[in-house]
């Protein structure tokens, strides 16, 4: 059964990785960026908090080898935290707009998400400059934040309105600054 399971597994990841080679000859599998930007209010108020959040520096270097093992942990931490973090607005949780934290009670909205995500995967080793907090436009006009992974084929967004992994090419937002 465990064998099954793991060539199960192993084809999933396959056509994914095909999926991803026909992807790449059309679409730019890293972003294009601009200029500096703004802070988003919320992350710069964390950085008072938690300094040491936001002094974690990576030397500019390759984007972090991605791997079977790799991918599989990303898609395992994503679906986790989905899981076992409950949506709730910042209004609801602290009675205003905007705070970024850590949804230590369970509880958060998409950067607390994105936040737990990003500690997950520094905790195994992904080193903190190819995490990148990702602030977007959904369709409906509305903001969010996603965690964007810098990986050797490409961007990928975590996302908690989003059970999957995609890359950034595969979905529907207008990314507007990131970290």
């Known amino acids: ?10 084809a999933a990841i396959a056509m994914q990785l095909f999926g991803w080679g026909i992807a790449s000859a059309a679409e730019p599998a890293f972003m294009h960026t601009g200029g500096r930007t703004t802070q988003p209010v919320g992350h710069y108020e964390l950085c008072q908090q938690l300094p040491q959040e936001c002094n974690q520096r990576t030397p500019s270097r390759a984007p972090v080898e991605l791997t079977r093992k ?21 209004m609801e949780m602290w009675g205003k707009e905007e705070v970024w934290s850590f949804p230590n009670s369970g509880f958060g909205d998409c950067e607390d998400y994105a936040l737990e995500k990003r500690r997950e995967l520094m905790s195994i080793g992904v080193p903190a400059g190819d995490l990148l907090m990702t ?20 961007e990928f967004i975590l996302d908690n309105l989003q059970p999957k992994v995609l890359s950034w090419t595969n979905t529907s937002y207008t990314y507007l600054k990131r970290q």
């Not at 059964?1 to 192993?10: C, D, I, T």
């Not at 898609?75 to 986790?80: R, W």
């Not at 959904?138 to 992974?149: E, P």
């Open 70 to 90: 790799l991918w599989a942990t990303i898609v395992k931490i994503n679906n986790s935290v989905n899981s076992k973090v409950a949506p709730r607005t910042d």
């Open 1 to 10: 059964m465990n064998m099954m399971r793991g060539k199960l597994l192993l």
């Open 135 to 154: 602030v977007v436009r959904q369709r409906n006009g509305d903001g969010h934040a996603v965690l964007t992974v810098r990986t050797s084929l490409g």
